[in-house]
């Protein structure tokens, strides 16, 4: 089984502890027979592992092609912070916050800047928003006992990661992004349906649930190409696609959208031609462009049953958001962890880690730090509803249902939600 349970996890810790007071007690067998309080039963409060102040980094875009999602990722952790703090912090100290820049990959920094996060003795790191991203640092941090908490991977590949119980993430896995696209573009009336999708382990997981949900459907997938998002062009991947002459495209990539889209108009197969769908790593401002995405649809996970003041406490914290994608996600996560510390009394990754499914579910509901926080210390369960909505996460680690956005882009190359769907992640 590749997730541990909770109770599994809980049992390793405690096991953990013990081996480690044994250690440290270093008496001799010869002598326990001589000690009139050998066998007794205490009850003190098992040791902890942490030293008492909660630190958590955020592994967040600043650089790269997902830089757009970084301001408002940054925000919703700092916010969650603060209002941690405000309410009495964690443990009865106040948590400490340390950023580093993901970058998106290209180049490689993030291995670099989960180090340096080590030096800030991190017990929780929030990133990365790209999944590949995160793939390439997941089990440095795992591995070191620290939990890593994305807001905003969706990759479907995680839900199986071997990741030590230590891997979670507030975003829903893209199987339902994938059938919710698929879906939307066979209800939209398309059966003849191209995939075009950067080939990596964000690209290929979503690209292949489209293709899956699309076929069951009773649609035809007209081509299915996966493309190096370095490449210098994209002519051969688009040459195919126009040969397969589609009623529909399914366009799974990064920034890259800025170099394929003039190549699909030259080709008859742009915005104009045929119905193109963009996903959440392309869904983006693209006012600055020259071509028209107008009639464009595109799908974004966002929050289940927002709070709609959330985004003017945002940009309390960074008054020049014009983006506010993953900021909920990124407040949950924060706030999960800080709460899971609480209901662990240990401010160290493992025994975080042990408690975050447990404050996600199965308990009384509860939204805000302080009314949660006061519930654990009263010893109840607790179930936290955030700004994103509904936090249960199944026993991946992952939220049991999410919600999809859909959108369509105006002239002037923005877009707007339209409508959202939700479903359980399966």
């Given at each position: 089984?590749?997730?541990?349970?909770?109770?599994?996890?809980?049992?390793?810790?405690?096991?953990?502890?013990?081996?480690?007071?044994?250690?440290?007690?270093?008496?001799d067998s010869d002598d326990d027979g001589d000690d009139p309080d050998a066998g007794a039963t205490s009850d003190a409060p098992a040791a902890t592992q942490g030293d008492g102040v909660l630190r958590i980094g955020s592994l967040l875009p600043q650089t790269?092609?997902?830089?757009?999602?970084?301001?408002?990722?940054?925000?919703?952790?700092?916010?969650?912070?603060?209002?941690?703090?405000?309410?009495?912090?964690?443990?009865?100290?106040?948590?400490?916050?340390?950023?580093?820049?993901?970058?998106?990959?290209?180049?490689?920094?993030?291995?670099?800047?989960?180090?340096?996060?080590?030096?800030?003795?991190?017990?929780?790191?929030?990133?990365?928003?790209?999944?590949?991203?995160?793939?390439?640092?997941?089990?440095?941090?795992?591995?070191?006992?620290?939990?890593?908490?994305?807001?905003?991977?969706?990759?479907?590949?995680?839900?199986?990661?071997?990741?030590?119980?230590?891997?979670?993430?507030?975003?829903?896995?893209?199987?339902?992004?994938?059938?919710?696209?698929?879906?939307?573009?066979?209800?939209?009336?398309?059966?003849?349906?191209?995939?075009?999708?950067?080939?990596?382990?964000?690209?290929?997981?979503?690209?292949?649930?489209?293709?899956?949900?699309?076929?069951?459907?009773?649609?035809?997938?007209?081509?299915?190409?996966?493309?190096?998002?370095?490449?210098?062009?994209?002519?051969?991947?688009?040459?195919?696609?126009?040969?397969?002459?589609?009623?529909?495209?399914?366009?799974?990539?990064?920034?890259?959208?800025?170099?394929?889209?003039?190549?699909?108009?030259?080709?008859?197969?742009?915005?104009?031609?045929?119905?193109?769908?963009?996903?959440?790593?392309?869904?983006?401002?693209?006012?600055?462009?020259?071509?028209?995405?107008?009639?464009?649809?595109?799908?974004?996970?966002?929050?289940?049953?927002?709070?709609?003041?959330?985004?003017?406490?945002?940009?309390?914290?960074?008054?020049?958001?014009?983006?506010?994608?993953?900021?909920?996600?990124?407040?949950?996560?924060?706030?999960?962890?800080?709460?899971?510390?609480?209901?662990?009394?240990?401010?160290?990754?493992?025994?975080?880690?042990?408690?975050?499914?447990?404050?996600?579910?199965?308990?009384?509901?509860?939204?805000?730090?302080?009314?949660?926080?006061?519930?654990?210390?009263?010893?109840?369960?607790?179930?936290?509803?955030?700004?994103?909505?509904?936090?249960?996460?199944?026993?991946?680690?992952?939220?049991?249902?999410?919600?999809?956005?859909?959108?369509?882009?105006?002239?002037?190359?923005?877009?707007?939600?339209?409508?959202?769907?939700?479903?359980?992640?399966?």
């Amino acid at each position: 089984m590749i997730r541990r349970s909770h109770a599994w996890r809980v049992a390793a810790v405690a096991a953990t502890a013990t081996l480690v007071l044994s250690a440290c007690g270093g008496g001799d067998s010869d002598d326990d027979g001589d000690d009139p309080d050998a066998g007794a039963t205490s009850d003190a409060p098992a040791a902890t592992q942490g030293d008492g102040v909660l630190r958590i980094g955020s592994l967040l875009p600043q650089t790269g092609d997902l830089a757009f999602l970084g301001p408002p990722e940054f925000a919703g952790v700092d916010l969650a912070v603060e209002e941690i703090n405000a309410a009495g912090g964690v443990l009865g100290k106040p948590v400490e916050g340390f950023n580093a820049d993901s970058g998106d990959g290209t180049p490689d920094i993030a291995g670099a800047e989960v180090d340096k996060l080590f030096n800030d003795e991190v017990d929780a790191i929030i990133g990365a928003a790209a999944s590949g991203v995160s793939l390439s640092v997941i089990d440095k941090i795992t591995g070191a006992g620290v939990v890593h908490f994305s807001p905003a991977n969706t990759a479907a590949g995680f839900d199986t990661y071997e990741d030590n119980g230590l891997y979670f993430r507030t975003a829903p896995s893209d199987r339902l992004q994938g059938q919710v696209l698929a879906n939307l573009a066979v209800e939209d009336g398309f059966a003849n349906v191209a995939v075009m999708a950067r080939q990596d382990f964000y690209g290929e997981g979503l690209a292949e649930q489209v293709q899956t949900t699309l076929e069951e459907k009773g649609a035809t997938v007209a081509e299915f190409v996966l493309y190096n998002a370095e490449a210098q062009n994209y002519t051969a991947e688009v040459n195919k696609i126009a040969a397969s002459k589609p009623d529909a495209l399914v366009l799974v990539a990064f920034e890259e959208t800025t170099k394929i889209i003039p190549q699909l108009i030259a080709k008859g197969i742009g915005p104009d031609d045929i119905q193109i769908y963009f996903v959440d790593g392309n869904l983006a401002d693209y006012a600055s462009e020259s071509f028209d995405l107008e009639g464009v649809k595109g799908t974004l996970p966002v929050s289940g049953d927002p709070d709609p003041g959330f985004n003017d406490r945002l940009l309390g914290i960074n008054p020049k958001l014009k983006d506010f994608s993953y900021g909920p996600q990124s407040y949950d996560a924060t706030m999960i962890i800080a709460l899971a510390a609480i209901a662990a009394g240990d401010d160290s990754g493992e025994a975080i880690g042990a408690e975050i499914i447990n404050v996600t579910r199965e308990g009384t509901q509860c939204a805000t730090f302080e009314e949660c926080a006061q519930l654990l210390e009263d010893g109840e369960d607790i179930d936290y509803e955030g700004a994103s909505g509904p936090t249960d996460m199944n026993d991946t680690g992952s939220p049991a249902t999410g919600t999809i956005g859909i959108n369509v882009y105006k002239k002037g190359n923005t877009y707007e939600q339209v409508d959202a769907i939700t479903g359980v992640v399966n």
